[in-house]
């Protein structure tokens, strides 16, 4: 949900918290979106940044979820480009109450309450789970990114496990970020969720990821033997890394995923 689901926002917005740990917080979200409403807002870009990547991983009729859908334009959009079988999910019930009754006029578009780690769906419900900036959230207070804490890489785990029962065979998960490859992909590359694996790039000073997972389809030997590490105890040899410098982007900026 974003819930927690937070990214980039300019400096001179009056909501940013005091401290991005509390982008996990429902609190500040409520509150959030009690102040700006439902106008959209974007982390990592709108829809048009990434159109041709993810339009070459959906297909006409599929189902889709959104999960932390925040007051993002993204599931509007979607519905606009024919997608008109759209749920989105956000433990924000203010977010929730906003989108319902900005999007009213598109039926197809569904808006729910909900916790990404205990989606209250069947399982094999969606062709599609997609997620842009939730994730990132849940690991703001993570200050190693070789070294991610047991209790968020148990958070991650329970939302991705959801994932992979509530998308059918051949279902794809996509999740939008800018956490680089060397550091989420060891999350991704589990097998028990029972996906393959891959990704590609969008931006220009700034590159984000694009992961796409499809179920039923095998790791690769190096993905499975990157997703072991996840699971080594930790080294504390290795120095912390830093992302690439942001393009005046304070979430960016202040946090090391």
Known sequence: TRSPGPGPAPMDLPWL???????RDRCFWDSRYREVGAAPAEWFGG??????QLEAELRP?????????????LSADLFQLGYTDVTSIDYSPV???GMRARYAQCPGLQWVVMDARDLAFPDGTFDVVLEKGTLDSMMVAETDPWNVSPETTALLDQVLKEVSRVLRPGGRFISITFAQPHFRKRHYAQPA??????????GTDFHYFLYVMCKGQELSPADLALGRRLHELPCPACPPSYLQASDSEDYLSAIEL
């Open 47 to 52: 829809l048009s940044c990434f159109r041709e």
């Open 95 to 97: 977010c929730i109450t």
């Open 193 to 202: 969720y029972g996906w393959s694996l891959r990704h590609s790039t969008y």
């Open 17 to 23: 918290p005091d401290s991005n740990v509390r982008y």
């Open 61 to 73: 009729g599929d189902r889709i979820l959104v999960l932390g859908c925040g007051n993002s334009a």
